[in-house]
């Protein structure tokens, strides 16, 4: 853009140039002729230009100004001085000034920070540099600049309670600019905005510009989503995939800018005229948020949307807050099917989300009922579930023992067809004789994996459940002070690993080679331990109980006839290898 501007300057220039001789042979009257005298005292003195203070132009004594100037002066509407409101109800405090009519502050009083100190919604580093909320966006840079720039007529000033009305108005004689805003004691607020440019409609719509007040470190930075959602079907878009400046027409139910745990969500009156204008923009933030160090920095992205009606005054709701279930289902989202819907869907259980709500609901009633306290209701939680799959357990065992029983019969089987090839089609007689021993041992190949596989999508549903579940942040249990967050001394992951080497060398592995038993027992408890390290603590602890309660079901299942003879195979079949 800069060199094809350049062009245009550098091309400019020189039509002025090869123009000039025809301009003084065919108009000479605009080269030589002057013009008329005025005589001074009949001469306005010319308005000085308007600043951010928009202070009024003022004329001589004596001299009469133009009539359009006059009247313009007259309807110009601008404050002088920098002006703040704030309003407050019980869930919020929210500071306006009227420098662009802005938000400068978002505070939410029932949720707090890192530092314990209630949680601002507003991203400073980010709003300095990008734009802060309510601002207005316009596709014209300097049009942008200007309108969250000047200063704007309030209706009220100082501290205000709920219910009540907000309005920031500028005119001069270029642009006129209403925000009307309406508060009630909800997470929600309504909103009107309109702007004119000499008495034409322009587009320019209100935004929130630049991310989430929570976001401090690079991992809160990389959670964050733009979504939107049109009749129950919700899209989350990545950063990968938003440009900075983009346009998304609609229809939209909602659109919002999310982190993991909260989000600011435009719900327009018209989902069928709304668009969304997407941002995306760099900002260099610390890599160790607890110990900043400007020379220790790295870029992240700072995604903002900006929501409204582009050929028409903007009419819609704004819901700033948390993604809490019990609040999002609370706001009314109105369908074009005429089915109301809410924003539940701001809350993301991942692709597991039939099994993660209803373990989130159920561990949510327990920390309500039975125990009030979040770590000691996993612990609960999850004695449960393993007490329910211990049954798929014992269906591993036998399924193990009565392959191992008939293993000697595969391998006979197989040294049978050894010498054909793969593509030799008497090889598929040796599947159908091994398929036909299964079946008459009433084994089937996938019955040891499969209680396995059945119990893996609740550790997953877990992992999006405490991924998500807005309840857990800051949530305590014993020496943990977020359940949200990775244990800070790493006993929860050493844990892991030490339990699953233990479950391994309990468990009889009868179909495996004693050396690669031995491997697998010391290798997949330090590469899960690994994994564990960074995971949510209220996932370890869920994790590493339910390998304890393992190691005791397995303890007493070696004790029975069955873990007595799968041992014993086992240890048979260790004896031939060491001969």
């Given at each position: 853009?800069?060199?094809?501007?350049?062009?245009?300057?550098?091309?400019?220039?020189?039509?002025?140039?090869?123009?000039?001789?025809?301009?003084?042979?065919?108009?000479?009257?605009?080269?030589?002729?002057?013009?008329?005298?005025?005589?001074?005292?009949?001469?306005?003195?010319?308005?000085?230009?308007?600043?951010?203070?928009?202070?009024?132009?003022?004329?001589?004594?004596?001299?009469?100004?133009?009539?359009?100037?006059?009247?313009?002066?007259?309807?110009?509407?601008?404050?002088?001085?920098?002006?703040?409101?704030?309003?407050?109800?019980?869930?919020?405090?929210?500071?306006?000034?009227?420098?662009?009519?802005?938000?400068?502050?978002?505070?939410?009083?029932?949720?707090?920070?890192?530092?314990?100190?209630?949680?601002?919604?507003?991203?400073?580093?980010?709003?300095?540099?990008?734009?802060?909320?309510?601002?207005?966006?316009?596709?014209?840079?300097?049009?942008?600049?200007?309108?969250?720039?000047?200063?704007?007529?309030?209706?009220?000033?100082?501290?205000?309670?709920?219910?009540?009305?907000?309005?920031?108005?500028?005119?001069?004689?270029?642009?006129?600019?209403?925000?009307?805003?309406?508060?009630?004691?909800?997470?929600?607020?309504?909103?009107?905005?309109?702007?004119?440019?000499?008495?034409?409609?322009?587009?320019?719509?209100?935004?929130?510009?630049?991310?989430?007040?929570?976001?401090?470190?690079?991992?809160?930075?990389?959670?964050?989503?733009?979504?939107?959602?049109?009749?129950?079907?919700?899209?989350?878009?990545?950063?990968?995939?938003?440009?900075?400046?983009?346009?998304?027409?609609?229809?939209?139910?909602?659109?919002?800018?999310?982190?993991?745990?909260?989000?600011?969500?435009?719900?327009?009156?018209?989902?069928?005229?709304?668009?969304?204008?997407?941002?995306?923009?760099?900002?260099?933030?610390?890599?160790?948020?607890?110990k900043p160090n400007p020379q220790?920095?790295?870029?992240?992205?700072?995604?903002?949307?900006?929501?409204?009606?582009?050929?028409?005054?903007?009419?819609?709701?704004?819901?700033?807050?948390?993604?809490?279930?019990?609040?999002?289902?609370?706001?009314?989202?109105?369908?074009?099917?005429?089915?109301?819907?809410?924003?539940?869907?701001?809350?993301?259980?991942?692709?597991?989300?039939?099994?993660?709500?209803?373990?989130?609901?159920?561990?949510?009633?327990?920390?309500?009922?039975?125990?009030?306290?979040?770590?000691?209701?996993?612990?609960?939680?999850?004695?449960?579930?393993?007490?329910?799959?211990?049954?798929?357990?014992?269906?591993?065992?036998?399924?193990?023992?009565?392959?191992?029983?008939?293993?000697?019969?595969?391998?006979?089987?197989?040294?049978?067809?050894?010498?054909?090839?793969?593509?030799?089609?008497?090889?598929?007689?040796?599947?159908?004789?091994?398929?036909?021993?299964?079946?008459?041992?009433?084994?089937?190949?996938?019955?040891?994996?499969?209680?396995?596989?059945?119990?893996?999508?609740?550790?997953?549903?877990?992992?999006?459940?405490?991924g998500s579940a807005l309840d857990?942040?800051?949530?305590?249990?014993?020496?943990?002070?977020?359940?949200?967050?990775?244990?800070?001394?790493?006993?929860?992951?050493?844990?892991?690993?030490?339990?699953?080497?233990?479950?391994?060398?309990?468990?009889?592995?009868?179909?495996?080679?004693?050396?690669?038993?031995?491997?697998?027992?010391?290798?997949?408890?330090?590469?899960?331990?690994?994994?564990?390290?960074?995971?949510?603590?209220?996932?370890?602890?869920?994790?590493?109980?339910?390998?304890?309660?393992?190691?005791?079901?397995?303890?007493?299942?070696?004790?029975?006839?069955?873990?007595?003879?799968?041992?014993e195979i086992a240890a048979k079949?260790?004896?031939?290898?060491?001969?």
């Amino acid at each position: 853009m800069e060199r094809r501007l350049l062009l245009v300057f550098a091309l400019t220039f020189l039509v002025i140039i090869i123009s000039q001789p025809l301009i003084k042979k065919y108009f000479p009257s605009a080269q030589t002729t002057a013009p008329a005298p005025v005589k001074p005292e009949s001469t306005p003195v010319a308005p000085a230009p308007q600043t951010a203070m928009a202070t009024p132009a003022v004329t001589k004594p004596g001299n009469a100004a133009p009539a359009a100037s006059a009247k313009q002066a007259a309807s110009a509407t601008q404050a002088v001085a920098v002006q703040e409101t704030v309003i407050e109800n019980s869930v919020y405090k929210v500071t306006f000034t009227n420098q662009g009519g802005r938000v400068k502050s978002w505070i939410l009083k029932q949720y707090d920070d890192t530092h314990g100190k209630p949680l601002d919604l507003v991203n400073d580093a980010a709003s300095e540099k990008y734009g802060y909320p309510l601002s207005l966006w316009a596709y014209d840079e300097s049009l942008r600049n200007k309108l969250n720039t000047v200063l704007y007529q309030p209706s009220k000033t100082g501290s205000q309670n709920v219910p009540t009305d907000l309005t920031f108005e500028y005119a001069d004689a270029d642009v006129t600019v209403r925000k009307t805003f309406h508060f009630d004691s909800s997470y929600v607020i309504s909103l009107e905005s309109s702007v004119t440019q000499k008495g034409n409609l322009i587009s320019a719509i209100p935004m929130w510009p630049a991310g989430i007040g929570d976001q401090l470190s690079p991992a809160s930075y990389s959670s964050s989503q733009i979504e939107h959602q049109y009749n129950g079907d919700t899209t989350r878009l990545a950063v990968k995939k938003i440009s900075g400046g983009g346009t998304l027409a609609g229809p939209y139910n909602w659109a919002a800018v999310a982190d993991q745990y909260f989000s600011a969500v435009f719900i327009p009156d018209d989902p069928n005229s709304v668009s969304i204008i997407t941002l995306r923009n760099a900002l260099d933030v610390p890599k160790d948020a607890k110990k900043p160090n400007p020379q220790d920095t790295t870029k992240v992205d700072v995604l903002g949307v900006a929501v409204g009606n582009l050929k028409a005054p903007t009419v819609e709701r704004l819901y700033v807050g948390p993604k809490s279930l019990q609040v999002l289902e609370s706001v009314p989202v109105p369908t074009t099917t005429g089915t109301d819907q809410d924003l539940r869907t701001l809350v993301n259980f991942g692709f597991f989300h039939l099994i993660a709500r209803p373990l989130f609901l159920w561990l949510k009633w327990t920390h309500e009922h039975i125990i009030h306290n979040w770590g000691w209701a996993i612990v609960l939680q999850t004695l449960i579930i393993n007490v329910i799959l211990l049954p798929l357990r014992i269906t591993s065992m036998k399924s193990m023992l009565k392959m191992q029983r008939i293993q000697p019969q595969i391998k006979s089987i197989q040294e049978k067809y050894k010498k054909y090839s793969m593509k030799d089609p008497r090889k598929q007689e040796m599947n159908k004789e091994i398929m036909a021993l299964q079946s008459a041992a009433g084994v089937s190949p996938i019955g040891g994996c499969l209680p396995m596989v059945i119990q893996l999508p609740f550790l997953f549903a877990y992992y999006g459940m405490l991924g998500s579940a807005l309840d857990l942040r800051h949530a305590r249990w014993l020496w943990i002070t977020d359940l949200s967050s990775p244990d800070p001394f790493y006993l929860i992951p050493i844990g892991i690993v030490v339990s699953m080497f233990i479950m391994q060398r309990m468990t009889p592995q009868t179909g495996m080679d004693p050396a690669q038993q031995k491997m697998m027992t010391l290798m997949m408890p330090m590469m899960l331990g690994i994994m564990s390290f960074n995971l949510p603590s209220g996932l370890g602890l869920y994790w590493s109980e339910g390998n304890l309660i393992g190691i005791v079901q397995q303890s007493i299942m070696n004790r029975t006839s069955l873990g007595r003879e799968m041992r014993e195979i086992a240890a048979k079949r260790a004896r031939k290898k060491e001969k």
